[in-house]
């Protein structure tokens, strides 16, 4: 799950047409990331994104949304009320068996946790989940 950082003051800031351009922009570096013919990715809502990665294990999901951040932040979008000056954001990384029950609320319910982790620890970062809920961690299929 993908936030982008201080969208808020983005579009207070720049404005809402600048906003909906920057929201392109971010779409358009997720898809260019998410590059497998049957990785997925959406508009979650607001300035929020998902991207599904099957049959990815959860440090290879890591390293997925790790570059996709950062090749975000070398684009350089623009935000002046931004602390790092440009368009930035968060990713919470979460992995579910997609054969269990309940498997896509689980997942997005751990993407979200993770998701406010990074929120919490700077933004412009990413982070797993852990299990850390105390709901059991579901197994993943490994890269």
Do not use: W
């Not at 607001?46 to 440090?59: C, D, I, N, Q, R």
């Amino acid at each position: 799950m993908i936030d982008v950082d201080h969208f808020k003051k983005f579009n207070d800031t720049h404005g809402h047409l600048a906003g909906d351009a920057a929201l392109v922009a971010v779409g358009r570096a997720i898809l260019d990331g998410a590059g497998r013919p049957r990785d997925v990715a959406a508009r979650f809502g607001g300035e929020e994104f998902v991207v599904l990665l099957p049959a990815t294990s959860l440090a290879g999901a890591v390293v997925v949304a790790d570059t996709l951040r950062a090749d975000l932040e070398a684009r350089a979008i623009a935000h002046r009320a931004a602390p790092a000056g440009m368009v930035t954001v968060s990713i919470g990384v979460a992995c579910a068996d997609a054969h269990a029950p309940d498997a896509a609320s689980l997942l997005l319910q751990r993407a979200d946790c993770a998701l406010y982790a990074a929120k919490a620890s700077g933004r412009n970062c990413v982070r797993a989940d852990t299990g850390a809920d105390g709901l059991p961690l579901p197994a993943a299929p490994q890269l």
